[in-house]
């Protein structure tokens, strides 16, 4: 009893003082800049930096590397006290992060970061670029570059495969310009996997629903363990992948719809545009939504004269502002209903009326 007591106290400890997902995933060291035996660092070399930020590692060619928190008066961290600000003037600062466990090729990560811009420099026009690296003073294969850095903190999330195993992830600023970019909160979070979005089909046969071979193990609905599944009838389907402590999963329901396999398209031959309010547009329509639509009209010596990706536009007879003469006007019309895999072409013509 009193051992068995003991480890439970030994357990309530670790816990205590090591975070949950330390004992059971693979994380990054410090992704939100904690550890560290500073207040505030404002232009510290990359040996300053290094010093006393533990687990990551300064590299880049600026060397004006900036630990920061609200008592430096500075914003507040997105993430605990502190946050790290790289500095880009025809060099860029640069970080890496260690890890719990090197990354392993073929197996599906997603990172998760916070930034936004600096306060005091204008026109700012940076971006974050992420890459990875077997060594903790380079930056090594490229695998992300952000969006333009914003004003308010903001999270980017990127789910990679490495192409080999690396043992640090790197940072640093994309920028044609001096600027000036604060970061925080760098963690590897669970994976995503996506089915696709429920549809219907005129019949349920031989469709086939798959994700790709990043993960440990997989359990489909039919308890099958591979990478796909072929479904022949309607329902609901879903797949759970597990890696690590990691357990995903996605759910997809497929209908089978009869009115799908009658779907018609009604094309008139003739349209008056006089603004009359009747019959002054001309366009086809259908009860069953219509995907891949493009609409091209000539005129009789093959001059394109009017061209439409939108299903709801109609045609008003006119070509560049100015209104077409009465006369036939041939049409060739693009269209695939949402049960189909391959598109239809039909042509025909269409007489404007005046």
């Known amino acids: 009893m009193k051992n068995t007591i003991l480890g439970l106290y030994l357990l309530m400890a ?80 640069a970080i890496s992060f260690e890890l719990t466990l090197p990354l392993q090729a073929n197996r599906l990560y997603k990172l998760r970061f916070a930034r936004k811009t600096g306060s005091g420099i204008v026109n700012q026009n940076s971006k974050v670029e992420i890459g990875l690296s077997n060594s903790s003073g380079l930056f090594g294969e490229s695998i992300f570059i952000s969006p333009l850095v914003s004003t308010n903190w903001q999270y980017d999330e990127v789910q990679f495969s490495p192409s080999e195993t690396y043992e640090f992830i790197s940072v640093r600023i994309v920028s044609t310009e001096e600027t000036w970019v604060f970061l925080d909160d760098f963690s590897l979070d669970c994976p995503t996997i996506n089915l696709g979005n429920d549809t219907a089909y005129c019949v349920v046969k031989n469709i086939v629903l798959e994700v790709d071979d990043f993960f440990e193990s997989y359990q489909w609905s039919d308890l099958s363990t591979g990478t ?111 049960y189909q895999s391959t598109a239809n072409i039909a042509y025909g013509n269409i007489a404007i009326i005046r």
């Open 228 to 338: 796909r599944i072929e479904v022949n009838e309607p329902g609901t389907y879903w797949v759970e992948a597990r890696d690590g402590y990691c357990t995903i999963r996605d759910t997809v329901r497929i209908d089978e719809i009869d009115f799908n396999c009658d779907c018609g398209l009604y094309i008139p031959n003739s349209f008056s545009p006089n603004n009359d309010g009747k019959n002054d547009g001309f366009h086809p329509f259908s009860p069953c939504e219509l995907l891949d639509f493009q609409l091209t009209i000539f005129d009789r010596w093959g001059q394109m004269v009017y061209r439409s990706f939108d299903v709801n536009e109609k045609w008003d007879g006119y070509r560049k502002g100015q209104p077409l003469e009465r006369g036939v006007f041939t049409y060739v019309l693009q269209y695939r209903f949402f």
């Open 14 to 93: 670790i816990l205590l003082f090591v975070p949950l997902s330390l004992l059971f995933s693979q994380q990054i060291l410090n992704g939100s800049f904690e550890m560290n035996d500073l207040d505030c660092g404002i232009n510290l070399m990359n040996s300053q930096f290094n010093t006393h930020v533990f687990n990551v590692s300064a590299f880049g060619g600026q060397s004006e590397v900036d630990l920061l928190s609200d008592s430096c008066d500075y914003d507040d961290a997105i993430d605990g006290d502190y946050f790290v600000a790289l500095y880009n003037n025809t060099f860029s600062d």
